[in-house]
């Protein structure tokens, strides 16, 4: 195959990817019709059988697709922090500076980020009313991320590793994704724009100051 031919294969592909988070974001998993999807990509509809076997195969996919840039975007800070860790035991102000770092990569994406929006539909109706593809998200995004808060909880907070620390750890992203699930709300309420760079920095100084509280007062 020619490179032209090439080219148009992976942007038929990405087309259709593009145009699956989308939908199925917008619709959920069953009312995301082939037809609209290959529509709004502009392509054929034999195309979702040709490049990802079917409907649910495409379904994974942009699952897959989601994950791997949230992951990618946080993955450098894990691995930080991991390494940080491997030199020995975080103190207790070294795991809260950790944390709040940690916090603050995610709060950047999760609120910041141009693609967040369409993302959490996605995680969000999984979070709901969870498929077989809920197993991407929780195994390579959800538990690997709880495991790292709960760890930087323990430490900062000077108390044992427990499942208390991971209920923590789900307490502290709520406050992140409520502003994401929650947008429309705040637009309203604060007439905001949803989200601007100093919309989306004015709510980090809040989650990050009112977690440092919490820490510290868990710590007392």
């Known amino acids: 195959m020619g490179a032209e031919g090439k080219k148009s294969k992976d942007n038929a592909r990405e087309r259709l990817l593009e145009a699956g988070l989308d939908v199925f974001g917008r619709f959920g998993y069953e009312q995301a019709t082939t037809r609209r999807i290959t529509r709004q990509a502009g392509v054929n509809i034999a195309a979702i059988p040709y ?70 539909r996605i995680i969000l109706r999984e979070q709901l009313d969870p498929s077989d593809a809920y197993d991407i998200i929780f195994k390579r995004l959800m538990s690997p991320v709880l495991d790292t808060l709960a760890g930087l909880i323990a430490a900062a907070t000077q108390t044992p590793l427990s499942d208390a620390s991971k209920l923590r750890a789900l307490a502290l992203m709520g406050q992140i994704m409520a502003f994401r699930f929650a947008r429309e709300t705040v637009v309203r309420a604060l007439h905001a724009e949803g989200y601007s760079a100093k919309e989306t920095e004015t709510i980090r100084q809040i989650i990050l100051e009112q977690t440092e509280a919490a820490i510290l007062g868990i710590k007392k």
């Open 51 to 120: 490049y990802f076997g079917g409907k649910q195969g495409l379904y994974g996919e942009v699952v897959s697709y989601v994950i791997g840039a949230i992951v990618s975007h946080l993955e450098s800070t894990i691995q930080e922090i991991d390494l940080q860790k491997a030199a020995g035991p975080p103190n207790a102000s070294q795991a809260l500076a950790l944390l709040l770092n940690l916090l603050a990569v995610i709060i950047e994406f999760m609120i910041g980020s141009p693609q967040a929006q369409r993302f959490a």
